[in-house]
């Protein structure tokens, strides 16, 4: 692995469990070592030396919070290990308690707060220190949704504060999307493709990266020409991507499920490419109706159709009916095959790993 990040950026890991996102988060820590290759940070490689020399600091999934001391106490105690004045540490304290809007529950002890309360003290824990990387493993994963989807944002603002480089690991790839200012997608100790979200979820790299960011509808197809791919089973759609691929090389095209529009064969445009299908199932979602239809013997489109009123959303197709899915030409991407899965045929072993951290 060769990776840079930038200094004041909020940096994501994103990939399944046992991708190796966290063993590089570790290795950045200092709580795991290469085997061969630097971790640099501001240009020093760190490599070798124990977690409690490097500039940095981690906030785990568990709070590890100090249920004997008062939340005051607990972000200071970092400092006081220092011998950092004790004027200092007061001012400091004052300061990172007041940034995560805890500055009323200072005297509190740990077990008289909610779990995002403890998760927000582990955060100032960690800043008051001043680290140059600040490392989160997966902060925000027990806490329940709505108070994760609250704290994603303060944890977002608090970045831009401080303007210390985040490098965050998560599963969850809402998360990454909402926080990031890049996102490394991972995938059997590989980076998949490292891009800001919007590329990520639009434009995709590989089958691997489609299918984690999001719901993706993977359909096989053919580069016909520079300028052209032919889906299998379907029309041959003009397209630019497919100028990075050669003649006859397989691909699949990934056109995501917001995307899509369903109507009866007879109702559909004529303009626009699309294939043909059988409704499997539609589920109510609230905001939406999705879709499912399958269009080949192994190929299944997802769709998802906006609930704009309830008269529209009972004029949508139910199962059974045949129906034709199209979209518009950009919003068709082309993806080759992962790279996990292109690496699986080759038997020869890796076990060098290269890391930089700016």
């Known amino acids: 692995m060769d990776l840079d990040i930038a200094d004041g950026?909020?940096?994501?890991?994103?990939?399944?469990?046992?991708?190796?996102?966290?063993?590089?988060?570790?290795?950045?820590a200092g709580f795991e070592?290469?085997?061969?290759?630097?971790?640099?940070?501001?240009?020093?490689?760190?490599?070798?030396?124990?977690?409690?020399?490097?500039?940095?600091?981690?906030?785990?999934?568990?709070?590890?919070?100090?249920?004997?001391?008062?939340?005051?106490?607990?972000?200071?105690?970092?400092?006081?290990r220092k011998k950092v004045p004790k004027d200092e540490i007061k001012t400091r304290v004052a300061t990172e308690l007041e940034r995560v809007g805890l500055s009323r529950e200072a005297k509190?002890?740990?077990?008289?707060?909610?779990?995002?309360?403890?998760?927000r003290v582990a955060l100032a824990r960690a800043l008051v220190n001043l680290p140059?990387?600040?490392?989160?493993?997966?902060?925000?994963?027990?806490?329940?949704?709505?108070?994760?989807?609250?704290?994603?944002?303060?944890?977002?603002q608090i970045q831009r504060d401080v303007g210390i480089?985040?490098?965050?690991?998560?599963?969850?790839?809402?998360?990454?999307?909402?926080m990031s200012d890049r996102i490394a997608v991972m995938n059997e100790g590989r980076i998949e493709q490292c891009d800001d979200p919007e590329t990520v979820y639009e434009r995709p790299t590989t089958t691997f990266v489609a299918g984690f960011i999001g719901v993706s509808n993977l359909m096989p197809a053919v580069a016909s020409g520079p300028?052209?791919?032919r889906i299998e089973d379907g029309p041959s759609v003009p397209t630019p991507d497919a100028a990075r691929f050669s003649s006859g090389e397989r691909c699949y095209a990934v056109v995501r499920p917001e995307k899509l529009d369903v109507d009866l064969p007879e109702n559909s445009?004529?303009?626009?490419?699309?294939?043909?299908?059988?409704?499997?199932?539609?589920?109510?979602?609230?905001?939406?109706?999705?879709?499912?239809?399958?269009?080949?013997?192994?190929?299944?489109?997802?769709?998802?159709?906006?609930?704009v009123s309830e008269e529209e959303r009972q004029s949508?197709?139910?199962?059974?009916?045949?129906?034709?899915?199209?979209?518009?030409?950009?919003?068709?991407?082309?993806?080759?095959?992962?790279?996990?899965d292109k690496a699986a045929a080759d038997s020869k072993p890796t076990e060098t790993v290269t890391e930089g951290v700016n």
């Not at 480089?165 to 909402?178: I, N, S």
């Not at 626009?272 to 609230?286: A, K, M, R, T």
């Open 108 to 119: 509190r002890k740990p077990n008289q707060l909610s779990g995002g309360q403890q998760q």
């Open 132 to 156: 140059k990387v600040l490392l989160l493993d997966e902060p925000l994963g027990a806490l329940d949704l709505k108070l994760r989807k609250g704290l994603q944002v303060q944890l977002k």
């Open 227 to 229: 300028g052209e791919v």
């Open 316 to 340: 949508l197709p139910g199962a059974g009916a045949r129906v034709r899915l199209s979209w518009l030409p950009e919003h068709m991407h082309l993806v080759a095959e992962s790279d996990a």
């Open 269 to 307: 445009p004529t303009d626009q490419p699309g294939v043909d299908g059988v409704v499997e199932s539609s589920l109510y979602l609230g905001t939406a109706t999705q879709m499912a239809v399958r269009v080949a013997e192994d190929v299944s489109m997802t769709v998802l159709c906006p609930n």
């Open 9 to 28: 950026e909020f940096f994501t890991m994103l990939g399944p469990s046992g991708c190796g996102k966290t063993t590089t988060l570790r290795m950045i």
């Open 165 to 178: 480089t985040f490098v965050y690991v998560t599963h969850d790839q809402e998360e990454a999307l909402t």
């Open 33 to 80: 070592q290469p085997t061969t290759g630097k971790v640099l940070i501001d240009g020093t490689d760190v490599a070798g030396q124990p977690a409690f020399k490097r500039p940095t600091n981690t906030v785990f999934q568990s709070y590890a919070l100090f249920p004997h001391m008062t939340l005051e106490e607990n972000v200071g105690f970092g400092l006081k």
